[in-house]
């Protein structure tokens, strides 16, 4: 959630961007500072779909030659970088407001100098790259288990544990708050493999790490009762061109799941239409019945018709509802985050102008003077099961 300072300063017809590097130890607790001039091309990205959520590549000029790449120096592998992009505010005495671009663990670091330049530059990750193996999150040599009906809310807890997360927000899920099957994590794996399977039990449910480094499990936003997060003003001020994408080849609007037939023979089975009148891909539409079955592999882990019925909701979500899709390309709002529900009139030359409601799935920002951010959102249509 923008402050009113961020979200004022964001409509400014002219903008002066400043940066600073937050330097932390693993405790998160700030221990120096990076000062110096941002390249333009440093970017940022926000995935929805993926775990490690955001992304970073910074190339800085420090004004500091302290800032060597070694063993007890300033930048290496015992720290993480916090960034804030910042805009001079014209109408409060250009007091700089800060926006918070995440936590990141430093990743393939490199100096170059020259006698023409001294950069560092930074590739960074969110701190899910902390549980992965790609630094730490490796398990113990041995085989860990997790009991059938087992709590699942218990169970990621314990997992983030091992890792020494202790900044998480982990909610109880449903329909499935236990565990339906045992679940085995084989020599060799990761904290982050026990989670994986931990979450995908409830198919609408997402992990990720917040820009504060929290850890977050919890229900993926729909845009059923939430707030809208960004109105229609900010899109006058910063939107520079927007395109359609919709991918019919993966559209699916009618879906059968069958999960691992069980010991009694009964095979668990979920069943969803796209039953919207206000959607393009309605099943009594001009598209007809566009039908999929899925079974076997990933859906032999479903055990029960909840969970069949649950994935086939998502299902439709990700075949259907998402097929609908925008990108805007826009100047960029630093603050703007993915799952957030915005409205938005598009231009429209050839017709009547709509404003509809829409939710960011993609962001990706890069800075410098023409600095420019492009959003990926799917169209928000209410009523659907997921």
């Known amino acids: ?56 590549s910074i190339s800085i000029v420090p004004i500091n030659s302290s800032f060597g790449i070694e063993y007890g120096g300033k930048i290496w ?13 014209n109408k409060n005495n250009n007091e700089i407001v800060y926006t918070n671009m995440g936590i990141y663990l430093i990743n393939n670091p490199n100096r170059v100098y020259n006698a023409t330049s001294n950069t560092l530059n930074i590739s960074g990750l969110d701190l899910m790259s902390k549980l992965t193996g790609l630094r730490n999150g490796n398990l113990d040599g041995i085989e860990y288990q997790i009991p059938i009906n087992s709590s699942i809310k218990g169970a990621i807890q314990s997992s983030l544990n091992l890792a020494d997360i202790t900044k998480y ?28 399977q931990l979450v995908d039990i409830n198919a609408n449910y997402q992990m990720y790490f917040d820009v504060n480094g929290v850890f977050y499990f919890n229900l993926i936003p729909s845009g059923n009762n939430e707030p809208i997060m960004v109105s229609d003003d900010i899109w006058k001020s910063n939107l520079i061109e927007y395109s359609m994408d919709i991918s019919f080849e993966n559209v699916k609007n009618t879906i059968e799941v069958f999960g691992k037939t069980q010991d009694d023979g009964t095979t668990p089975h979920g069943f969803a239409q796209d039953t919207n009148p206000q959607s393009p891909f309605y099943i009594n539409g ?101």
């Open 1 to 56: 959630m923008p402050t009113q300072n961020e979200y004022n300063v964001a409509k400014q017809n002219g903008r002066i961007i400043h940066s600073k590097i937050y330097l932390l130890n693993f405790k998160l607790q700030k221990v120096d500072e990076i000062s110096g001039l941002v390249l333009d091309g440093s970017s940022f990205s926000i995935d929805a779909t993926s775990d490690i959520r955001r992304t970073c």
């Open 77 to 89: 592998i015992d720290k993480y970088v916090q960034i804030y992009i910042g805009i001079e505010d």
């Open 169 to 196: 927000n982990v909610v109880e899920p449903t329909p499935t708050p236990l565990t339906p099957n045992a679940i085995s994590i084989a020599i060799g794996g990761t904290v982050y493999d026990m989670l994986k």
């Open 286 to 386: 001009t598209s007809g019945i566009i039908r999929i079955v899925l079974s076997g592999g990933e859906y032999d882990n479903i055990s029960t018709n909840d969970l069949a019925q649950q994935r086939a909701n998502y299902e439709l979500y990700l075949r259907c509802k998402i097929q609908d899709q925008i990108q805007l390309k826009c100047i960029p709002i630093y603050w703007l985050d993915v799952n957030w529900v915005v409205e938005i009139t598009l231009p429209n030359k050839q017709g009547k102008e709509e404003k509809n409601l829409y939710i960011t799935k993609k962001i990706n920002t890069t800075l410098g003077i023409n600095g420019t951010q492009e959003i990926t959102l799917m169209r928000y249509y209410p009523l659907y099961p997921f």
